[in-house]
C-alpha cells in the first residue's frame, strides 16, 4: 500500500523532473526544483562498502573462533550475546554511534565525527551478529572428517 501510494504520486513528479535528471543528477535544492540523488546514492554505496569491509572479516572470524576454538564455558556466554545485539533496536545502535563513536573519531581523526567512516563502522557493528550466526551455522555443517584430512 505504501509503495503503490509512492509509486502513483512519484510518477508525475518523475515525469517533470526526469528520471535521468533524478538519478544522474548532482544537486538537492528543492527551493530551486533540483532534485538529484546521485550523491546520496554513491553515499550509501560507500557507506555499504565500508561496513562490509569491517564486518565481514570480523565477523567470519568470530564464527571461526566459535565454531572451532571457543571453550564450551566462554561459548554458552558467547553465543546469547551475539544473539542479543541481533535484537537491539537500530535507534539503539544510532544512540550509540552518537554518544561513542562520533566523539571517539572526532577525538581520534578530527573533523565533527560525523562521517561516513562513523556510519560504516556503526553499520558494519550492526551486521555483525547475522555475519556471526549464518558463518557460525555454515561451518558446524561442514562434517568433521572435511577438516581433518
Known amino acids: 500500500m ?8 512519484g510518477v508525475p513528479a518523475l ?3 526526469g528520471v535521468k535528471e533524478f538519478l544522474l543528477g548532482t544537486k538537492w535544492r528543492p527551493s530551486s526544483e533540483l532534485y ?18 569491517f564486518g565481514v572479516p570480523i565477523g567470519i572470524l568470530t564464527a ?3 565454531a572451532r576454538f571457543c571453550p564450551r564455558k566462554l561459548y554458552r556466554f558467547f553465543k546469547p550475546m551475539v544473539e542479543l545485539m541481533a535484537g537491539i533496536p537500530s535507534v539503539i545502535y544510532g544512540f550509540f554511534g552518537l554518544v561513542v563513536l562520533v566523539p571517539l573519531v572526532r ?6 565525527g560525523s562521517s561516513m567512516l562513523t556510519a560504516a563502522l ?4 550492526m551486521i555483525l551478529p ?16 572435511y577438516y581433518e584430512g
Open 107 to 112: 577525538d581520534n581523526l578530527g573533523g565533527t
Open 64 to 66: 571461526i573462533f566459535m
Open 122 to 125: 556503526l553499520l558494519g557493528i
Open 15 to 17: 515525469e517533470k523532473i
Open 2 to 9: 505504501i509503495c503503490s501510494f509512492l509509486f502513483v504520486c
Open 36 to 53: 538529484g540523488i546521485l550523491p546520496m546514492i554513491l553515499g550509501s554505496m560507500y557507506v555499504t562498502m565500508g561496513a562490509l569491509i
Open 130 to 145: 547475522t555475519i556471526v550466526t549464518v558463518a557460525e551455522a555454515a561451518l558446524r555443517a561442514v562434517p568433521e572428517s
